[in-house]
């Protein structure tokens, strides 16, 4: 054997189809599935409409609410209707700026009908002092087969059973009652009893009123020795003189509660007598003294029922004071 002869490549078997078969089938599926890693992964056709549209769907809820708020931000209010019923002793309160005094034992039911103030008397008897009504809806009070249409005065209305009576003390009301229509003005009374009639009653005298001396703000009211002179002094006068009593009991209240004070006060102001007027001022002007959100109301149904009367004057000055503040939390 020659040393220098060199050997050539292994040889190498071919080979057979099954083998490469084999090794193809391998190779492509490798390619196959590094295809698979690299290539994004897209989403079915609903999920990217629904990934689309969601931002579309976000600006019509805002839209939907932002609407829905201003509609019912710019609706007129509807009124639930509030039933009041007096017990043994009057009771007043305020609807809107219609201050309202109950006579004892007295059934009211207040609601609003397209913005207008409407009361429904069931039984008893009630003082309405309404203030001038301008553009807006007149009250109305309804008492049986009356109704009775009011743009701005002060006025009473009693009912028993289907028996109806209408008082006017300031200005004017109409009353429709079964088809006709009568105007009843101030001094003058109707009656379901004799519809087709009005009568006149006699005015009482402002000049006899007695005069209930303001107090300063924040600090309680007192009735100094002119108001108790010139409020009349009759011996005779046994509620005259119960009236004036109460009102003194009242101004040493003020100081120790000034709601209850109110409350008596406005009680008081139900009576005829002469110490009426100077308790429905006392009761304005607290609570004009205590920022209370009836002190308009009070300070209208004083200047309403007593236009003449010994506080009118001061009624005024407070009204243009409140006026002139800035609103505010009351």
Same mark, same amino acid.
Do not use: C
């Given at each position: ?8 490549? &292994? ?34 056709? +609903?999920?990217? +409409?629904? #990934? ?16 829905? /708020?201003?509609?019912? !931000?710019?609706?007129? &209010? ?13 009771? %007043? #309160? ?5 201050? #309202? ?5 007295? $059934? ?19 003082? /309405? ?21 009011? #743009? ?7 009912? !028993? ?25 101030? *001094?003058?009374? +109707? ?28 600090? %309680? ?17 046994? %509620? ?25 006060? =406005? $009680? ?11 308790? =429905? ?38 009204? *243009? ?10």
């Amino acid at each position: 054997m020659k040393h220098d002869e060199r050997l050539g490549p &292994p040889g190498i078997d071919p080979l057979s189809d099954a083998a490469w078969t084999r090794i193809e089938r391998g190779l492509w599926s490798r390619v196959d599935a590094d295809v698979a890693v690299s290539a994004p992964v897209r989403s079915p056709a +609903w999920r990217r +409409w629904r #990934i689309a549209l969601a931002p579309l769907a976000l600006v019509a809820t805002v839209v939907i609410i932002v609407g829905a /708020f201003r509609w019912s !931000s710019e609706r007129p &209010p509807v009124g639930e209707p509030s039933r009041v019923v007096s017990g043994a002793s009057p009771s %007043a #309160i305020s609807f809107g700026d219609v201050h #309202i005094e109950l006579d004892p034992d007295t $059934a009211l039911v207040m609601t609003h009908e397209a913005g207008q103030p409407i009361a429904s008397l069931e039984r008893g008897a009630v003082w /309405f002092t309404v203030a001038p009504r301008g553009d807006r809806p007149p009250v109305l009070v309804r008492a049986g087969d009356a109704t009775v249409r009011v #743009i701005g005065t002060r006025f009473r209305v009693a009912r !028993s059973d289907e028996h109806v009576g209408v008082a006017v003390a300031h200005g004017v009301v109409d009353i429709a009652y079964r088809g006709d229509t009568h105007a009843v003005a101030a *001094s003058q009374r +109707w009656s379901s009893d004799t519809p087709s009639e009005v009568e006149t009653e006699a005015a009482a005298r402002p000049s006899a009123l007695p005069v209930a001396t303001p107090a300063s703000s924040g600090s %309680a009211a007192a009735v100094g020795p002119a108001a108790v002179a010139s409020a009349p002094r009759h011996a005779a006068d046994a %509620a005259v003189d119960r009236d004036h009593a109460e009102y003194d009991r009242l101004t040493a209240l003020e100081a120790q509660s000034s709601e209850l004070a109110i409350a008596g006060y =406005l $009680a008081l102001s139900h009576t005829t007598g002469p110490w009426a007027g100077p308790a =429905l001022f006392a009761a304005a002007r607290l609570a004009t003294d205590r920022g209370d959100r009836r002190a308009a109301t009070l300070l209208n149904a004083y200047l309403q029922r007593f236009p003449e009367g010994a506080n009118a004057a001061d009624a005024r000055t407070l009204r *243009s004071r409140l006026a002139a503040e800035p609103p505010g939390p009351r």
